[in-house]
């Protein structure tokens, strides 16, 4: 059983910087890819960003070069570094993991973006 936690979900000024957090639990999270999902209101959930084992990346071309994700498996945390924040971004952040048909997702943090 994996368990993820994440944090780091604030209200931020439109251009503001937020950095999340997803802790894992378990051993499978250094051989799983990675990945932040978002939710806003009304809509469907969605790709943010993917961090495969091996450290290959991949974005959403909505917040290409203004996020960056991350992960560290040693303490077993996946980071998404969000830089000039704009309002569509406000939504429930998730983590999620996945190692072959296993997916796993974290309880979201919300990222909320206006002034």
């Known amino acids: 059983q994996v368990q993820l936690v994440e944090s780091g979900g604030d209200l931020v000024q439109p251009g503001g910087s937020l950095r999340l957090s997803c802790a894992a639990s378990?051993?499978?999270?250094?051989?799983?890819?990675m990945g932040w999902y978002r939710q806003a209101p009304g809509k469907q959930r969605e790709l943010v960003a993917s961090?495969?084992?091996?450290?290959?990346?991949n974005y959403a071309d909505s917040v290409k070069d203004r996020f960056t994700i991350s992960r560290d498996n040693a303490k077993k945390v996946v980071y998404l570094q969000m830089n000039s924040l704009k309002p569509e971004d406000t939504a429930v952040y998730y983590c999620?993991?996945?190692?072959?048909?296993?997916?796993?997702w974290g309880q979201g943090t919300q990222v909320t973006v206006s002034s």
């Open positions: 378990g051993t499978l999270f250094s051989i799983s890819t």
């Open positions: 999620r993991g996945q190692l072959s048909s296993y997916i796993y």
């Open positions: 961090i495969t084992s091996g450290g290959s990346t």
